[in-house]
């Protein structure tokens, strides 16, 4: 596990901020190491991947690519999405949280999606219901629950196959938990 989050970890780091699949699993890793450890040297790994996608607050919209009709960037957009729910969440980091704030902007409605092998694949809000999940229980503002409540391919649907395992309990039997 060390050795994974280790290579997550540099290579997260030296290419932020970048938002893709390949940084998204490489943050991952190395986030979900800590969560699991508690290593401290993890720990100052993962607020240098936060602080170099820093540069990104602000700047919505934001893709993969920069471009949400671009092969697949829905999809490396919110692989990316969740590691950035997941640190803001584990962490409390204030700036993880204004990560994802700026990556929720412009994804609450449907949009016409990423042409994937000459097909455009429509996508629903809730396609990053961990994100909206996240926000809204770091954040208590009802915007972010919508999309995961509210999302046109339904509740069910986003639970069943979007929503990272343990979210469902806090959205639907806790109060949000809203930092101060």
Not at 5 to 22: C, K, Q, V, Y
Not at 56 to 65: D, Q, R, Y
Not at 111 to 118: E, K, Q, V
Request: aromatic share 10%; charged share 20%; proline share 7%.
């Amino acid at each position: 596990m060390r050795t994974a989050a280790g290579h997550g970890a540099f290579f997260a780091i030296s290419h932020a901020p970048n938002i893709g699949r390949d940084t998204g699993w490489s943050w991952r890793t190395l986030e979900r190491y800590w969560e699991l450890t508690g290593d401290k040297r993890a720990e100052e790994l993962l607020k240098r991947v936060i602080a170099g996608n820093a540069a990104l607050i602000g700047k919505a919209p934001l893709w993969c690519g920069n471009n949400p009709l671009g092969h697949a960037s829905d999809w490396f957009t919110q692989i990316w999405s969740r590691a950035a729910a997941m640190t803001a969440l584990h962490t409390g980091d204030p700036q993880a949280l204004e990560i994802c704030k700026t990556l929720a902007e412009g994804k609450d409605k449907p949009m016409p999606g990423s042409i994937t092998y000459g097909k455009q694949t429509p996508i629903d809000p809730s396609y990053f219901s961990s994100l909206f999940a996240v926000l809204y229980h770091l954040t208590g503002e009802e915007k972010y629950k919508k999309p995961v409540v509210g999302g046109n391919q339904g509740w069910r649907h986003a639970l069943r196959r979007r929503l990272l395992p343990g979210l469902r309990p806090w959205l639907l039997n806790q109060p949000p938990k809203v930092k101060k």
